[in-house]
């Protein structure tokens, strides 16, 4: 009987101390199906490193495509809310730069908007694929 009283403690801690952890929806992986592309995102320790491209450091996260090597890397970010961020993307040139949000919804999905700037593309079969300047994300499980 006591056995049981100190497992259901257990638990409820266990429980009590999971809800209670601070959520950080802008720490993660989110991927477009349609486009392919994807993001990799920690607006809070501002910690990721491009894969095969180091020199830049350590970043907000970046945008890459599944179909080229160029990425997009968020060289600033501001979070608003606990589900709007605003970020600041440049190319792996540094020659075009944009600003977008990046909004978390209710359905666990994100939204990309583009606000200003260049606009966002990587080269795809010798063509340049365009982004749409909104377009949905979902989490990466």
């Known amino acids: 009987m006591m056995r049981k009283v100190i497992t259901i403690c257990l638990l409820c801690m266990i429980a009590i101390m999971t809800s209670a952890q601070e959520k950080k929806p802008f720490h993660c992986e989110l991927y477009n199906e349609e486009y392919k592309v994807y993001f990799v995102l920690n607006l809070y320790e501002k910690n990721v490193i491009v894969p095969g491209q180091e020199v830049f450091g350590e970043l907000d996260g970046f945008l890459g495509s599944k179909q080229c090597t160029q990425v ?70």
């Open 72 to 141: 997009w890397a968020i060289a600033s970010s501001k979070i608003n809310s606990d589900n709007n961020a605003e970020i600041v993307l440049i190319n792996n040139f540094g020659s075009e730069d944009l600003v977008a949000t990046l909004t978390y919804n209710k359905d666990n999905t994100y939204t990309y908007e583009f606000k200003e700037g260049s606009t966002l593309k990587f080269p795809v079969n010798r063509k340049w694929q365009k982004i749409p300047k909104k377009l949905v994300f979902k989490k990466k499980e």
